[in-house]
């Protein structure tokens, strides 16, 4: 069955400088991966999603890229705020027709010092 | 617009006891979820309602948990008899039809059987 890896529990990092977390995938490459942004007592919120045909994809400061070969994604913060640390969890679709059934990973917890 | 609400936010009960966990999802979205977060888990796939359709319930732990979506509307999950391992976060995510990947989270209930 697939499996996430995400690099680290946890991830600290000086404000401004570029924060990247990583994603592992073990089995099948999917036809979609996600990454989402929880908050303490707060449901995931979707901010990226990519295709299996796409390497890399944009939103403002985040930047996501996919490599199927290596099997691995990663998540980038440029230009990091304190506003930024969250858990940030690594979603697959399950390779189905109807793709939408995802699993997580156990998520990076990533703080951002002042 | 009103987000994906769940009530309770939430519930301590006993072993043995029955509780409902419901979910309101985003008005429109037809393709409503539930998901388990156990201490120290990830985020695990429950089941997929397609309007008041199971799409998918592959990953309903036993058959202590019955969820229901009656009008394909609102949904309630109901854990009878709770056990031990049933403590957790319960999160409902929905999804618009034509954006199935793009799910919104609720802010999840908290279950802890005692």
């Known amino acids: 069955s697939q499996k996430i890896e995400q690099n680290s529990e946890a991830l600290n990092i000086q404000e401004g400088k570029t924060a990247t977390l990583t994603c592992n995938y073990t089995?099948?490459?999917?036809?979609?991966l996600q990454w989402y942004r929880q908050d303490p007592g707060r449901g995931p919120v979707f901010l990226l999603l990519?295709?299996?045909?796409?390497k890399e994809k944009r939103k403002e400061r985040l930047k996501v890229t996919f490599d199927t070969t290596l099997k691995q994604s990663l998540f980038h913060i440029t230009a990091s705020q304190p506003a930024d640390s969250a858990t940030y969890l690594c979603?697959?679709?399950?390779?189905?027709?109807?793709?939408?059934?995802?699993?997580f990973g156990s998520g990076t917890r990533l703080s951002i010092r002042p | 617009e009103a987000g994906v609400t769940q009530f309770p936010s939430h519930s301590v009960i006993e072993k043995g006891q029955t509780v409902t966990l419901r979910c309101d999802p985003i008005?429109?979205?037809?393709?409503l979820y539930w998901y388990r977060r156990v201490m120290g888990k990830e985020i695990k796939f429950l089941l997929h309602?397609?309007?008041?359709?199971?799409?998918?319930e592959s990953g309903m732990p036993n058959n202590r948990f019955l969820a229901e979506r009656t009008g394909g509307t609102y949904s309630t999950l109901k854990v009878q008899p709770a056990e031990l391992e049933d403590s957790g976060v319960y999160f409902c995510?929905?999804?618009?039809?034509?954006?199935?990947?793009?799910?919104?989270f609720g802010p999840g209930t908290r279950l802890t059987v005692t």
């Open positions: 995510a929905s999804s618009q039809p034509t954006r199935s990947y793009e799910q919104y």
């Open positions: 309602f397609v309007k008041e359709s199971k799409q998918d």
């Open positions: 990519i295709r299996e045909n796409e």
């Open positions: 008005s429109g979205h037809d393709n």
């Open positions: 979603a697959l679709d399950q390779g189905y027709s109807s793709a939408s059934k995802i699993i």
């Open positions: 089995n099948y490459s999917p036809a979609y």
